[in-house]
């Protein structure tokens, strides 16, 4: 086809094209020999994960997975994970967006990773309650829109290793729950059911079987389920009247929504043991078979089909065991496309030796295959070679958005596979702030403030009122500091003047709990805002609770204070008037009530010795302030003569008025 037909077709798809413009090897460094790096592969956006399960770094075959980060330079080592003794850790990968989950066939564990903005941070073990040692847990794995499926392809049922899947979920918590063991219904030994697993974003699971002698021995077979948290139920089979004897159908599925592959990697319908895959597309609610995909005519044992991975309109089918023109099993991926059937495009081989095409794996045009058995580096050491085969162009340039990308020709910071210019202005990546890079980048990088690391930045979070920012400085509160805990930023707090009583901008509280500021009666309020009266540096409160001046009237107020309130002390005589001895005018002996004897006793102190204990103010019966016989003549004229009442305090208990002239430090009438 003509370039001028490839652009025409290209402007008439809305810039679509294809193209394979990079084929490398991946840079493993630190490879030993037996690592066996490539036993498996993942890959998602930007990353790629490769398994090496003879790695002894953690212990005998201990195993390790390398992270690598897709960068302007190519793919650079971004994280090692590391397994057991004996576990042989990355025996089987599955990655989807900000998870990752590692398989440890040798100890029957899975490892759950999740990204944050920041690194890898382990998340959970998951183990089956009821699976034992052997029953390959953890063989196969596949992870899609927080479903986790899991194959173990020799667990013992009822009628013996026939195999099973678990399908794990990620709840509302944040936590993966089992939530179903599925089994073949009618199950047999030896069904090897669990081998491999595809799961889409559709609800759908595929499982291959490739044990199950449905056509003949080692024939095999595909079951469907469909389902989700309600159940999972068998929608469909595949393989009868296509697998023969020894095929092996099932040792490979790869499932997009109507597409269905199966790998039967020692099928003879191309040549001995030259193996096929076997696609169906779904056509109102029916799989119908289409054609295979076969290797060349007259190839023998290359183990075609052995792996699958499907990615939009590519499909990668491995071939591990292809010899090419080598002496030893090299190894080879061939590469289609979709374009109304699938069309070969190009084929991936190996070095001598290195089976490449053992693990495979697909995303946004970059493509991934593991060779475990590669001696390169090391002897056995392993390797991953990669292809980039786009066949999008966003921008409309002419080039492909995957090949652009891997050249570094146009950015991808946040490594999903889409050109940043593109994402932005077809909405799939934010970008409030409008510099042309997404969000999640610009605040990574520090080119813009994102103070509580939520990829938005703060200026467009405060704005938008994404977070709150109650001070309105464009800083999310949960940024701002809160000393007290109380989830309320101080720089708000101290808005109130009862938050902070002496106004120097910090949290009384704060100021109190941190040894800065006294509160010597424990009530919150800092004792440099608590009145002192008398200014003598200690509150009120506390010289009185301390014993340090005196309160007569128990109101935590100093006596001296108190008297210097003209409401406090009336009469003004140095005491406080609720504290002052009470008496009754006139009661001169201290018997409760005015009476004769008050009044002999009164003009008798004149002629003898007699004298008013305590409160001699009460024996000025008339208030002129002379103690004399007038006194007691007053109150015999009271008494019997009609005479005036004493004055106040009469008849009831009181304290001396202004004008009085004598003390009284008691009086027994009153209390």
């Excluded at 990655?95 to 564990?109: F, P, Q, V």
């Excluded at 690194?119 to 953890?138: L, T």
Aim: proline share 5%; hydrophobic share 35%.
């Amino acid at each position: 086809m003509s370039i001028q037909i490839l652009c025409l077709i290209a402007m008439l798809q809305g810039s679509q094209l294809w193209s394979q413009c990079v084929e490398d090897d991946l840079q493993v460094f630190g490879i030993n020999p037996g690592d066996r790096v490539g036993r498996s592969v993942a890959v998602s956006g930007g990353r790629v994960f490769v398994g090496a399960i003879g790695d002894d770094g953690g212990g005998f075959l201990s195993g390790s997975v390398r992270s690598f980060r897709r960068g302007v330079s190519g793919y650079q080592l971004e994280h090692v994970f590391s397994g057991l003794s004996g576990a042989e850790y990355g025996s089987s990968l599955a990655a989807d967006e900000n998870w990752l989950a590692i398989g440890a066939i040798g100890l029957g564990y899975i490892e759950m990773w999740k990204r944050d903005r920041f690194g890898w941070v382990y998340h959970s073990i998951i183990i089956d309650s009821q699976g034992v040692d052997g029953d390959g847990f953890g063989s196969s794995l596949d992870l899609k829109g927080g479903v986790l499926v899991v194959g173990s392809p020799t667990y013992t049922t009822d009628v013996g290793e026939a195999g099973c899947v678990t399908v794990w979920r990620l709840n509302s918590m944040g936590q993966w729950q089992f939530e179903e063991r599925l089994l073949a219904e009618d199950r047999v030994e030896g069904d090897n059911f669990g081998t491999s697993i595809s799961v889409d974003s559709l609800g759908q699971l595929l499982v291959g079987s490739p044990g199950r002698d449905a056509s003949g021995i080692d024939s095999g077979i595909a079951i469907l389920y469909s389902g989700g948290p309600d159940g999972w139920f068998e929608s469909a089979r595949f393989g009868n009247n296509v697998a023969q004897p020894g095929d092996r159908f099932g040792t490979s599925v790869s499932l997009l929504d109507d597409y269905a592959f199966i790998g039967s990697p020692y099928s003879s319908f191309s040549g001995p043991f030259a193996g096929q895959v076997v696609s169906y597309r779904r056509s109102n609610s029916i799989w119908i078979l289409q054609p295979f995909l076969t290797p060349d005519s007259g190839s023998s044992g290359t183990g075609f089909g052995a792996t699958l991975a499907i990615d939009g309109n590519l499909l990668a089918v491995g071939s591990p065991m292809d010899m090419g023109n080598e002496a030893m099993p090299t190894g080879r991926v061939r590469i289609y496309r979709y374009l109304q059937e699938w069309v070969h495009e190009s084929d991936m081989t190996g070095y001598a030796g290195s089976f490449l095409g053992t693990a495979l794996a697909i995303d946004k045009g970059m493509i991934f295959a593991g060779a475990p058995l590669d001696s390169s580096a090391a002897v056995l050491g392993g390797g991953v070679k990669y292809s980039v085969s786009g066949d999008q162009d966003c921008n409309g340039d002419g080039e492909p958005d995957a090949c652009e990308i891997v050249t570094g020709a146009t950015i991808d910071c946040d490594l999903d596979g889409i050109p940043d210019s593109c994402a932005i202005a077809q909405g799939l990546v934010a970008d409030c702030d409008g510099d042309l890079i997404p969000d999640s980048c610009s605040t990574l990088s520090g080119g813009v403030a994102d103070c509580d690391a939520d990829g938005v930045p703060d200026e467009c979070a405060t704005t938008l009122g994404l977070v709150s920012d109650c001070n309105e400085d464009l800083i999310p509160d949960i940024c701002q500091e809160d000393c007290n805990q109380n989830g309320e930023p101080d720089v708000c707090e101290v808005l109130n003047p009862s938050e902070d009583c002496d106004q120097n901008g910090q949290l009384d509280e704060c100021e109190i709990s941190n040894g800065q500021l006294s509160d010597c009666d424990g009530n919150g309020l800092p004792d440099i805002c608590e009145d002192d009266c008398d200014q003598d540096g200690l509150p009120d409160v506390c010289a009185v609770l301390s014993g340090v001046v005196e309160d007569c009237n128990g109101n935590l107020h100093p006596d001296d204070c108190d008297l210097s309130d003209p409401l406090l002390n009336t009469n003004g005589n140095g005491y406080v008037d609720e504290c002052e001895p009470t008496f009754i005018r006139g009661d001169a002996d201290g018997t409760p009530g005015v009476r004769l004897a008050d009044a002999v006793l009164l003009i008798s102190r004149v002629f003898g010795d007699l004298v008013i204990i305590n409160c001699e103010e009460a024996a000025d019966a008339n208030g002129d302030g002379f103690l004399d016989i007038s006194d007691g003549l007053y109150l015999l004229f009271y008494e019997f003569s009609g005479g005036a009442n004493p004055p106040s305090p009469f008849p009831e208990c009181g304290i001396a008025p202004v004008e009085a002239h004598f003390s009284c430090t008691e009086h027994p009438s009153c209390p």
